[in-house]
């Protein structure tokens, strides 16, 4: 996000009297510049100049050296002489006595005095305070204390006027020095988006505010003066044989050498001050001008070490395997897409020096010792330097400019611009040659933009001079056209601009949004949430009910989290989506199960003092089509072709919602009355019926094996499909034990995962009404005895089957095993509801309904009914 400073942006437009920062940002979000942060001055109340009066050095028990001293502060600010607070080191006279650790002034230098009811950055207060046996009265500052960084000079300790951050300053006892260091600046933090990539700079944000406000507008390129230059520069060859999208890597590149600099040459304070208040730590001249010379005109620049450097410097694509040491330190790895700035190594080979709007390389960069340098001053194409930025994770302040666009006409003034900048104040000679390979893009063709488009378009009439006078505003070039349209070409700085539409935007932002009257569409009778919508806010309700709670994991995870669920080799739940720039390394693949990301959940709930845990999450899993799903890239000059698209849906990974809850420990607060029950297997299946049941339908329960639940305590939990058939879409049951102590879990912690998408699709369109019974209900419980791997739900089907419509209800009360069942058997205890819709039951229907029911199970699944 840019940092504007007003007082840079008021040497390219004018300000309004007395504008504020928070002035200035309502300005430019009126223009679609939005505000994100607003920095008032860093420095408020007493702040001034004082002279050091007396120094004593007084040694301390604990080995440290502090002074008392006495510093005048000006009359306004002094003591009364005839009442002084403290002992003086000398004669009495008007001053204040403050204690100071630093050792680089001595008597008679001005130096700046915070006094009582100064805040400095950081909310820092400084008030009168006893320390080392004297009352300290305010304090004498340093650079770091007001926010101005570390001093240019290298010397440590407090300001001395003259020297260091106050180079060429000098003032009076009580002037004020918030003035004097330039403390009083405010700063605006704007929000660029991605196709307005001019608004990096100083000069397209004061074009915008003068877009604004109406003030006048001084382009800062008018005033640098380019002389004619002869060619014969540092020798450039642009060798771009692999070009992406068939435009060439670099279209122009500058070359200029300034020779004689003295290493030793500070940064202006004034330019260390506005590189840091636009969030840039100063460095050494030549990298500070060139930073400075990037955010004032939006040009990224970069230098070499002109005697490390072996012409020619040759622009080309990367080879396979080529490694760079760029100048954060970091050994890369190239790919063949990656352009690259080389040379020639002195005739021994190629040597890499940086990588091509991005970043430079260790081998040729400016040192303290550099007293020749060549500036470097290029157009590179925006999609090649944005995948080389994400590719190697290096966003740069080059590379957000380059990728967004820069204007093509600027490499030759900006190296000029930072050269002179370079000579005034390092000295040297800027070379009375210059290298410019390549040339500026021809310019796109105009756009034909109908007088009556922009009205159509936003709904809202605009006079032709509104349409004419905001075009001519932003800098395009305006001509009449034969069948009253007009042809408008946009100017180098706004690559954005490439249809009618983006000039109707641009028409709309100047003349005002403001004047946009917003009117609500009428809301149709009949629409509203979809059936899908509807089922999925249901079904997050039901568990909110049941006392679970909602949480949010990212869906990301690492490679070891299969092992930690006891996942087989098989299990087609590792077939994750790999990322290629994952937010974390130790999590670069896409979860393929909720549970994946929801034990961790559960496991940094518990570990930062929760005793139990009771949460779900409704969100999306995905599984990888395998190694051979590759996608295309489409350009983005044209709609895809049909194809294209197909391979590209065909690629993506197969994504679901879907819907999971993990439980374990306490299931509510304890109480007098005794501990409360814990969370149990039965309650995931509980839950998950919960669900499916306020989505519109049941689940069956059968048993099975499924990682990462216990063997003996897991269901597939199924639904019937609309053709009949039963369809597994999740599973339910406690976890495994190892996978309990893997994840610090409390001892049974139960969970359950199944498919949204899949359940909402089973249910119902159309709920049945069930009539309301007017005769009364006869109950029945029966028990039968069957294999043990009989599932319930058959045992159940059977009796609804054999019992027929006056079956109401059969519920599953009790699982019975033992020696008295026998070997490989179990007991499943059913109770029945009957009733008719025609009259009260009989006991011989109700008798014959038993004896159906008796058969119906023996014929299904071999039950024998338990005496």
Request: glycine residues 10%; hydrophobic residues 40%; aromatic residues 4%.
């Amino acid at each position: 996000m840019p940092r504007i400073p007003l007082t840079w942006l008021a040497e390219h437009t004018e300000l309004t009297a007395g504008a504020s920062a928070q002035q200035v940002a309502t300005d430019l979000s009126r223009v679609g510049l939005e505000e994100e942060a607003i920095f008032g001055a860093q420095v408020s109340g007493p702040l001034v100049v004082g002279r050091v009066l007396e120094l004593v050095k007084e040694p301390q028990k604990n080995g440290k050296t502090i002074n008392w001293v006495r510093v005048d502060v000006g009359p306004e600010h002094n003591e009364d002489a005839d009442n002084p607070k403290d002992p003086q080191p000398g004669e009495e006279r008007p001053s204040r006595g403050i204690i100071c650790g630093a050792h680089n002034f001595v008597e008679g230098d001005l130096v700046v005095v915070s006094l009582p009811g100064t805040v400095l950055p950081g909310d820092f207060a400084i008030a009168a305070r006893r320390t080392y046996g004297h009352t300290s009265d305010g304090m004498i500052c340093s650079g770091d204390e007001l926010g101005l960084g570390e001093d240019p000079s290298g010397e440590d300790g407090i300001i001395v006027l003259g020297r260091g951050h106050a180079e060429g300053l000098t003032g009076e006892p009580g002037d004020d020095a918030i003035a004097l260091l330039g403390l009083a600046d405010e700063v605006v933090e704007i929000n660029v988006t991605p196709d307005r990539g001019y608004c990096f700079s100083m000069r397209g944000v004061a074009r915008e505010y003068s877009h604004a406000t109406g003030a006048s507008f001084t382009d800062p390129v008018t005033s640098v003066d380019v002389p004619q230059a002869e060619a014969g520069g540092v020798a450039v060859q642009l060798r771009d044989q692999a070009p992406l999208r068939e435009v060439a890597g670099c279209s122009r590149f500058v070359a200029l050498e300034v020779r004689g600099v003295d290493p030793a040459a500070q940064t202006p304070r004034w330019m260390a001050r506005r590189l840091t208040l636009a969030g840039m730590r100063p460095i050494s001249l030549i990298v500070d001008v060139t930073n400075y010379v990037m955010l004032d005109l939006g040009q990224p620049l970069h230098a070499y070490d002109a005697d490390k450097v072996v012409a020619p410097i040759v622009v080309r694509r990367a080879r396979k395997g080529e490694k760079l040491t760029t100048l954060d330190d970091v050994t890369r790895t190239l790919d063949p897409e990656d352009l690259l700035i080389t040379d020639s190594e002195g005739g021994e080979g190629e040597r890499l020096l940086g990588i091509a709007g991005v970043m430079g390389g260790k081998s040729t960069e400016v040192s303290s010792t550099t007293s020749n340098i060549v500036l470097e001053a290029a157009t590179f194409h925006s999609i090649s330097v944005a995948r080389s930025a994400r590719r190697h994770r290096l966003p740069s302040e080059a590379s957000k400019r380059f990728e967004r666009g820069v204007d093509p006409q600027l490499p030759l003034v900006a190296a000029y611009r930072a050269a002179q900048l370079i000579a005034q104040f390092g000295g040297g000679e800027i070379a009375p040659t210059v290298t410019d390979e390549g040339s500026v893009p021809a310019p796109a063709a105009a756009i034909t933009l109908p007088l009556g488009d922009a009205e159509r378009v936003v709904g809202i009439a605009y006079t032709p001079e509104q349409v004419r006078g905001s075009l001519e505003m932003i800098g395009c070039q305006v001509e009449d056209a034969r069948d009253g349209s007009l042809a408008v070409s946009p100017p180098s700085w706004r690559p954005d601009l490439t249809i009618r539409e983006d000039l109707i935007e641009e028409i709309a932002r100047l003349v005002g949004y403001e004047t946009i009257p917003s009117i609500l569409p009428t809301a149709p009778g009949g629409r509203g949430l979809t059936r899908a919508q509807r089922a999925r806010r249901d079904a997050h309700r039901a568990l909110a009910e049941a006392g679970v709670i909602e949480v949010t994991s990212y869906p990301f995870v690492g490679e070891g989290i299969f092992d930690a669920l006891r996942y087989e080799a098989d299990d087609t739940r590792r077939d994750a989506v790999r990322l290629l720039n994952p937010l974390a390394d130790d999590e670069p693949l896409m979860r393929t199960s909720l549970l994946q990301t929801l034990l961790p959940v559960a496991r940094r709930n518990l570990g930062r003092g929760e005793e139990s845990v009771a949460i779900f999450q409704l969100g999306t899993t995905s599984r990888s089509r395998g190694e051979g799903a590759r996608s295309p890239v489409p350009a983005a000059g044209q709609r895809p072709t049909d194809a294209e698209l197909e391979e590209v849906l065909a690629a993506l990974p197969v994504q679901t919602r879907t819907l999971a809850a993990v439980v374990g420990g306490a299931s509510g607060p304890g109480s007098w009355q005794g501990e409360i029950a814990p969370w149990s297997w039965t309650d995931a299946f509980d839950l998950a019926r919960r669900a499916a049941a306020a989505v519109g339908t049941e689940l069956e329960v059968r048993q099975t094996e499924h990682a990462p639940f216990h063997p003996g305590r897991a269901g597939q939990l199924r639904v019937l499909t609309a053709d009949g058939e039963s369809t597994v879409i999740g599973h339910a049951g406690e976890l495994h034990p190892a996978v309990v102590k893997e994840f610090g879990l409390p001892a049974r912690t139960s969970a359950f995962e199944l498919d949204l998408e899949a359940l909402i699709a089973a249910a119902p369109a159309v709920v049945t009404a069930t009539p309301v019974p007017t005769y009364p209900v006869a109950k029945e419980d029966f028990a039968f005895v069957v294999d043990q791997d009989v599932p319930a739900a058959a045992v159940e089907a059977a009796i609804i089957v054999g019992i027929g419509d006056l079956a109401e209800n059969v519920h599953l009360f009790d699982v019975f095993t033992g020696e008295q069942i026998g070997e490989g058997k179990k007991s499943l205890a059913f109770a029945v509801r009957l009733r008719s819709t025609e009259g009260t039951l009989s006991a011989e229907q109700i008798g014959e309904a038993r004896k159906r029911c008796i058969a119906a199970v023996d014929a299904a699944v071999g039950g024998v009914l338990r005496a």
